[in-house]
């Protein structure tokens, strides 16, 4: 897979909020088509660099290449109509706009509105419960309806990269099997995904690569399998992690 | 009985008037995260623009004059946001409430010199009120209401099924997810100005239609427009429409067992008790659209 050209590339990226310096000479890639998996400990910096990717922060140094163009300097519009699209950790769905009205605004940027209603029906049909409840405002949805939910509205634009901030973050156990198995379907369905989770054991299972962030740095990365057994990433990055603590 | 009557229709006529401006007043609340201080000159201004196109030598049709009023608050609006709130985007919310007390200052004094600090009215004929059973209503009011409901009808399609509606929605919703899907915040802003500006308009030539026109006519009604936003809960669109319409009946029905003088203290007391007891707001607190 690693000589394919990557979809998306980041480069020596360091940047932060204000003043305050988060990353440092983060290095990390997409190929076409994968599962990649960012963990590491809380505060370590994985939602600030889905939040640089996507131009939220202007990076203070390096670039992110996406599909062979630098889009460093660009604003998120750009990113939303050469084909990327950020799922949020939290807030990822208008809670007072009806189901269908949230995933029209996924859709923002489709301005036609017959491709608009098109993929609204996609969603509708991977996903019938939202049009059971369509007419509903999105804040009458549980914590894993919500995630697929924000997961639809993030498929509205057919997107080719979906950047995922802790998908399963608060969910039961088999919410969280089954917003990880939406997850591998997309995958399928030919989108590469750059996933952020805490849930690290299930989300390297899923993945095929792998990176560890501490303290906004690179610490470790590979193929998902060999992170998986490495001796030092199972002690210090998986210890704990995973489906147990979430157990009642 | 027909006096109690009487004095419902007024005050749903009052009210009906009232929720244009507190309309306007919670969408910016939504968007920009501040009480415009200057929403009553918005308001004053639309009722001496439209005075200024009906008198000579002009002397253009009420309905025309009303049209070219809003026009003119729109400009109005989109000048001030250039030129004051727009520079001051990302300061807190209180810098920005100074500054629209400032420009609500500026806009009294100016019309003050320029129209005189005298009471006026519209040209209107006298004209006979039309009795329904108890009551009785005047042309002029009938067709306040007609145009108040209708302008609330055309903001609830415009809320519900535009696109530019939605994108407003959004960004009072989640102003971050909706910049992740694309939205531009300044383009809803200046939309959210064009709106606001032009419900102020329409309900300051309604408001001087119903009574009169004076340069401070904005401050009382940004009062009754403050209270009934806070009664819908700030930021909640059709919490501010029927907050409106409660201040506007409670003045009217207030007055009945309270002198008249106290009429326009309702709407502070309205002010007082929400921001004591529940400063989240009493009504839509649940409702789909914010
Ligand atoms: N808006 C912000 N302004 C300033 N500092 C921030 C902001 N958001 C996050 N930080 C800081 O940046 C660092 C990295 O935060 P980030 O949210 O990226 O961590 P994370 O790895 O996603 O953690 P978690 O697992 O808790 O989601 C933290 O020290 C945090 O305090
Ligand atoms: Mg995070």
């Known amino acids: ?248 | 009985m027909s006096l109690f009557l009487q004095s419902l229709l007024d005050g749903l006529i009052a009210g009906s008037i009232y929720a244009l401006f507190a309309v306007g007043l919670t969408l910016i609340y939504g968007t920009l995260h501040f009480i415009n201080f200057a929403h009553g000159e918005l308001i004053m201004a639309g009722a001496y623009f439209a005075y200024l196109f009906m008198m000579p030598p002009l002397h253009l049709s009420p309905f025309i004059s009303g049209g070219c009023a809003i026009v003119g608050v729109v400009c109005l609006a989109l000048l001030m946001d250039r030129s004051v709130f727009s520079p001051l985007r990302n300061a807190n919310s209180l810098l920005l409430l100074i500054a629209s007390l400032g420009i609500s200052l500026f806009f009294q004094n100016l019309a003050q010199v320029i129209w005189g600090a005298e009471i006026r009215t519209f040209p209107f004929p006298l004209e006979r009120g039309i009795s329904l059973g108890p009551v009785v209503i005047t042309p002029v009011q009938a067709w306040i209401l007609i145009i108040a409901a209708g302008a609330i009808f055309l903001l609830y399609l415009f809320l519900k099924f535009t696109r530019a509606g939605k994108a407003i929605r959004s960004v009072s919703d989640n102003p971050r997810l909706a910049k992740t899907f694309g939205v531009e915040t300044e383009r809803v802003i200046r939309f959210v100005w064009i709106v606001a500006a032009s419900l102020a308009a329409v309900g300051g030539v309604l408001y001087a239609a119903d009574t009169n026109l004076e340069p401070h006519m904005g401050t009382i009604n940004l009062v009754r427009a403050f209270a009934a936003v806070l009664l819908g809960g700030v930021g909640n669109v059709w919490g501010a429409l029927i907050g409106g319409i409660v201040i506007g009946l409670s003045e009217n029905l207030g007055v009945l067992i309270l002198p008249i003088g106290y009429k326009d203290a309702i709407a502070f007391c309205v002010i007082i008790l929400l921001l004591l007891f529940r400063p989240e707001g009493i009504l839509g607190v649940r409702w789909g659209v914010r």
């Open chain 1, 1 to 248: 897979m690693e000589n394919r050209i990557p979809i998306l590339s980041i480069e020596h990226l360091t940047t932060g909020y204000a003043r305050i310096q988060v990353l440092t000479d983060i290095r990390l890639e997409v190929f076409p088509s994968e599962i990649v998996c960012i963990i590491g400990p809380n505060g370590a910096g994985k939602s600030t660099i889905l939040k640089a990717i996507y131009g939220f922060l202007p990076p203070w140094k390096g670039r992110i290449v996406f599909k062979g163009e630098d889009i460093s300097h660009l604003p998120v519009t750009h990113r939303v109509t050469r084909g990327m699209v950020l799922v949020h950790q939290d807030q990822n769905i208008f809670p007072s706009l009806t189901i269908q009205e949230n995933l029209e605004m996924g859709g923002y940027l489709v301005t036609k509105p017959s491709s608009r209603k098109a993929r609204t029906e996609q969603i509708f049909e991977m996903f019938p419960f939202l049009r059971a409840k369509r007419k509903h405002p999105a804040r009458s949805l549980s914590g894993g309806e919500r995630q697929l939910l924000a997961i639809g509205m993030a498929l509205m634009t057919n997107p080719e990269l979906i950047l995922l901030d802790e998908p399963s973050m608060g969910l039961s156990p088999q919410m969280m099997a089954r917003v990880f198995s939406w997850v591998n379907q997309i995958h399928e369905a030919g989108k590469a995904i750059l996933m952020v989770e805490q849930n690290a054991k299930q989300a390297l299972e899923i993945a095929q690569r792998g990176y560890v962030f501490d303290l906004g740095k690179n610490r470790f990365e590979g193929k998902a399998a060999a992170l998986l057994d490495d001796p030092e990433v199972k002690t210090v990055y998986l210890g704990g992690g995973g489906m147990d603590e979430n157990l009642p």
